[in-house]
């Protein structure tokens, strides 16, 4: 969940159908720096888009966006298409070259488009977020390997991997609405749900860096977050886990959070750690995020703990698989399968 243009979010429409399943899997073309995936399709006139692969992240009517400026860049003409009643920018799909593009999203009432906002986020030029990854593929992030990977109708979980439940929001219809996992973690033995948030983005001050060693470029990395009041409820019951004031300034100096370590997460079967989760104002989780999902959410789970795994999220199934590739181990009892 990087920072999203709000629009993108809050117009944020059910799913509608789903994607036309894909011949064959299909390797996206992809970035990968510092626990992030970036999307890096080229058009066939030359020019590529840099896009943040994040679960957690904005769009709408199972679109992914880009940039005013991105849209400019490739000549691609912007109109205004009805979503809720609310006229919303958006733009033709690029003409990709081929082998280097992307799925098209799965059909939504602006036809073959992706939407425009009126900046990007960060150094990229937009985001397939929640909507348009929830359209009906299942996608395998493979951490170990860098890979991104839109799986195709004879797809199968891999037999290694362990499988966990996942929870999302739906409407009147039973449709996804916003397309954001929910998943569950074990903390000190006790269940914690979460946001499934490839996005979910570090950036450690000094101090955080030194403390927790996470990997970053041009200073960002990948992190997990948790509520404030979750944070207080861990140190005080184990004033032993490490706690870096103001380790993490994504948000500017002004606002530094917090960084704890946790000695032990407990994913899908899997037992991983340690993870420093950063701190994140309750509200951001228990009212703003919990909004758009089936259940109320402490946070999210991010890179720093998919980075042990082969991640699938089968969409249509509302479960995600994990392979154990380094760093984990199982459980003693394993989950059961969902």
């Not at 948000?251 to 989760?277: C, H, M, N, Q, S």
Request: glycine fraction near 12%; charged fraction near 15%.
């Amino acid at each position: 969940m990087a920072m999203v243009t709000g629009f993108l979010v809050a117009a944020a429409l059910a799913a509608g159908p789903s994607a036309t399943p894909l011949a064959s899997a299909q390797v996206v073309p992809t970035t990968y720096e510092a626990g992030h995936f970036y999307a890096t399709p080229e058009t066939a006139d030359g020019h590529r888009l840099r896009l943040q692969v994040d679960t957690g992240g904005g769009g709408n009517a199972t679109m992914y966006w880009i940039s005013a400026a991105a849209a400019k860049r490739l000549g691609l003409k912007t109109a205004n298409c009805l979503l809720d009643k609310q006229p919303t920018p958006v733009a033709p799909l690029p003409d990709y070259r081929p082998g280097h593009g992307l799925p098209p999203p799965a059909p939504n009432p602006c036809g073959n488009a992706l939407l425009v906002a009126p900046k990007g986020t960060g150094d990229a030029d937009g985001q397939l977020g929640g909507a348009y990854l929830s359209g009906g593929l299942a996608w395998t992030f493979d951490y170990p390997a860098k890979r991104l990977i839109a799986e195709g109708s004879a797809w199968r979980p891999d037999a290694r991997a362990h499988a966990t439940p996942l929870g999302f929001q739906r409407d009147d219809k039973g449709e996804m609405t916003d397309g954001f996992a929910r998943i569950t973690l074990h903390v000190d033995g006790q269940p914690l749900e979460m946001l499934l948030d490839t996005g979910a983005t570090a950036h450690p001050s000094a101090a955080g860096e030194k403390a927790s060693g996470t990997p970053t470029v041009n200073g960002i990395g990948v992190a997990s977050y948790i509520t404030t009041s979750v944070m207080n409820r861990w140190h005080k019951a184990h004033p032993g886990w490490r706690v870096v004031a103001k380790g993490d300034d994504l948000a500017g100096a002004r606002y530094a959070a917090r960084l704890i370590e946790v000695p032990k997460v407990d994913i899908a079967g899997w037992t991983v750690g340690p993870v420093w989760f950063t701190e994140r104002p309750d509200t951001a989780f228990h009212d703003f995020m919990s909004s758009m999902m089936d259940k109320r959410v402490e946070g999210a789970a991010g890179g720093n703990i998919f980075q042990h795994f082969v991640m699938s999220i089968d969409y249509p199934h509302t479960t995600a698989y994990f392979r154990c590739v380094r760093g984990c181990k199982a459980v003693a009892t394993p989950p059961p399968a969902p």
